[in-house]
């Protein structure tokens, strides 16, 4: 068990639709991490929150955002859904600076 | 641009062989893990090694990051190491750009 929560493991909704993502990271970890995991691309980094704050960006959609509450627990929403959007989503935490990052167990996104 | 390469891509040996899975990078690295993604998905970390040389049981990992490569080292296989192993570099930006992976297959 890497300590890091995510939720759903498993969604499938239709193009068009709006999902969210949860990710709580591990206990004392400020800064959390998205990527996605596509076939034809491979695990991309998305987005990092440290803290509350958005710290770095990386190839994420217009039609996708994210957040880090309070709690740092943090959200992504994937909006105007297309099939390409179907993926793996991982968050992580841990990572600052040198030290390990620890992936969640992901959430397996399937638009029809 | 900066480049994670992973070698061989896919590498199918019977239980109890040996293996080598090779990753280069293209800059210095203030960090590198190994995971191992199992047929469910999950990312398994293996190993966290910027520098050096680690053993876990039957894996062992070295970095020589002068010369800016891995190897992620596996002895006596057995069917549940199968899945896909990706290096994963961190350029000093604290984002992780992984490696395209070997796809490891093991037959009883």
């Known amino acids: 068990d890497s300590g890091v929560t995510q939720t759903p493991k498993h969604l499938i909704t239709a193009t068009g639709q709006r999902v969210t993502l949860r990710c709580s990271p591990r206990?004392?970890?400020?800064?959390v991490y998205w990527y996605q995991q596509s076939l034809d691309q491979g695990l991309q980094f998305l987005i990092q929150?440290?803290?509350?704050?958005?710290?770095a960006k990386g190839n994420i959609l217009e039609r996708f955002s994210a957040q880090q509450f309070p709690d740092l627990h943090s959200e992504l929403n994937l909006s105007s859904l297309e099939l390409g959007d179907s993926a793996l989503y991982f968050c992580?935490?841990?990572?600052?600076?040198?030290?390990?990052?620890?992936f969640g167990q992901g959430t397996r996104l399937t638009v029809v | 641009g900066i480049q994670v390469e992973q070698s061989p891509p896919d590498l199918i040996l019977q239980e109890g062989a040996n293996s080598t899975l090779r990753c280069n990078f293209s800059?210095?690295?203030?960090?590198l893990q190994w995971f191992h993604q199992n047929p469910w998905g999950q990312l398994i970390n293996l190993f966290y090694?910027?520098?050096g040389t680690k053993q876990n049981g039957r894996l062992s990992a070295t970095t020589v990051a002068t010369e800016r490569y891995s190897l992620l080292y596996i002895s006596s296989s057995q069917t549940t190491d199968s899945g896909v192993y990706f290096c994963?570099?961190?350029?000093?930006?604290?984002?992780?750009?992984f490696g395209t992976g070997t796809r490891l297959t093991i037959i009883p």
């Open positions: 994963a570099v961190n350029f000093g930006n604290e984002k992780l750009t």
């Open positions: 929150y440290y803290n509350g704050e958005e710290r």
């Open positions: 090694i910027p520098s």
């Open positions: 206990s004392g970890d400020l800064s």
């Open positions: 800059d210095s690295v203030n960090n």
């Open positions: 992580a935490s841990g990572g600052q600076g040198d030290t390990e990052a620890f």
